[in-house]
């Protein structure tokens, strides 16, 4: 989330209450935009057709996302924060991100953002990269 809306090291409640109020699309935009995530693919991130998300983010940016959009939103913002973590480089956060990843298969990491299960994977290898743990 923009600096506005999240600050990194928010507490757990305070992410619930985040996701569960919705995120206003200004916010989504901007996290889209901060990490230059394709239309189609931040769409595919919070769960909405890029035709709507289209639509959304040029005729309503004062609306809010639904909690379960929202909540996507915030499970990814956190693993890219965790990411900015790990790299210290907002491109490099990008780039990995967008980059097929052996440990995921050939899959790039920004399109396992989807599920909660690819969240958590993308998670644990940035957590290995992290400690230096490669395998």
């Known amino acids: 989330m923009p600096a506005s ?7 757990t409640l ?3 209450a985040r996701a569960r109020q919705g995120v206003s699309v200004a916010d989504a935009v901007e996290v889209m935009q901060t990490w230059s995530i394709p239309v189609a693919k931040f769409a595919q991130v919070i769960g909405v057709s890029p035709r709507k998300w289209s ?5 309503a940016p004062e609306a809010v ?3 379960v959009e929202s909540d996507r939103l915030v499970r990814a913002w956190r693993v890219f924060e ?4 790990v790299f210290e480089d907002d491109k490099g956060v990008a780039a990995w991100f967008a980059a097929p990843n052996p ?8 399109s396992m ?3 909660d299960a690819g969240v ?3 998670d644990n290898i940035l957590t290995r990269l992290e400690f230096g743990v490669y395998s």
Do not use: M, N, W, Y
Request: hydrophobic share 40%.
């Open 113 to 115: 953002l989807d599920t």
């Open 14 to 16: 305070t992410l619930v």
């Open 103 to 110: 440990a995921l298969f050939g899959e790039a990491p920004l």
């Open 120 to 122: 958590h994977e993308v």
């Open 5 to 11: 809306a999240i600050q990194p090291g928010t507490d």
């Open 82 to 85: 965790h990411a900015k973590a």
């Open 55 to 59: 639509r959304v983010r040029t005729e």
């Open 65 to 67: 996302l639904s909690p």
